[in-house]
């Protein structure tokens, strides 16, 4: 309240100095544009619009996309053991186990397949570019009227903020209607003690 008075006063001052006249008008102006706690209570409202909004959007699908890449440039070798196919595959076509099943010609193909076959084999490899990717989708069916709720009290929290906004401005105007007030009475309390004083001086004249 103190620091008002003092800013109402330099400020007529200052423009009582330059030949203006500082009306309680932009008195009111001023302080609603440069006061701290007008800017705190608007922020306070686009806050909660910003709430309203993030929880409006509960409403609408959930999508996450994740990625991942990798570019391998080392090679790497990779063996097999097929000495257990080997004897599988020899000990089934002679042993008359696959009679029946397949055509003898395919038996006997099957059986020089794994005559041939090696005890071992190797195999050099090199990765290159993996990759790989997933879209996501999540769309809320029903959670008991949770997001419909939380909506309704976003949008009851605006309401509070603005009025509070409100209340703000009409505190801030009543402040400085008084201070002006308290400006004025100064002023004319001091034409008052100025013509008293002239009028002691002719009396003691």
């Known amino acids: 309240m103190k620091k008002i008075i003092a800013t109402i006063c330099s400020c007529l001052w200052v423009f009582s ?3 203006q006249t500082l ?3 932009k008195c009111r102006e001023m302080a609603l544009q440069y006061n701290k706690d007008k800017k705190s209570a608007a922020l306070l ?3 909660a619009e910003h709430t309203m909004k993030s929880t409006k959007a509960l409403f609408l699908p959930d999508f996450s996309l994740v990625g991942f890449g990798l570019y391998d440039t080392d090679k790497r070798p990779m063996g097999f053991n097929l000495s257990g196919l080997k004897e599988g595959l020899t000990s089934a076509v002679t042993g008359g186990v696959m009679a029946g099943v397949v055509p003898p010609q395919m038996g006997q193909w ?5 005559a041939q076959l090696p005890d071992e084999a190797q195999i050099d490899y090199k990765a ?3 990759y790989s990717g997933n879209l996501v989708m999540k769309q809320p069916l029903y959670m008991g009227g949770k997001i419909r709720a939380g909506y309704e009290m976003s949008k009851t929290a605006v ?3 603005q009025q509070n906004e ?3 401005d009409a505190e801030v105007i009543m402040m400085v209607d008084e201070a002006y007030a308290n400006c004025v009475k100064a002023n004319e309390l001091k034409v008052v003690a100025e013509k ?6 002719e009396l003691e004249k």
């Open 45 to 47: 409202t686009e806050q």
């Open 17 to 19: 100095a330059s030949a």
């Open 196 to 201: 008293y004083k002239a009028l002691l001086l």
């Open 166 to 168: 409100r209340k703000t």
């Open 110 to 114: 099957l059986g020089q397949v794994g």
């Open 128 to 130: 290159g570019f993996v």
């Open 23 to 25: 009306t309680i008008d």
């Open 159 to 161: 309401l509070l903020a």
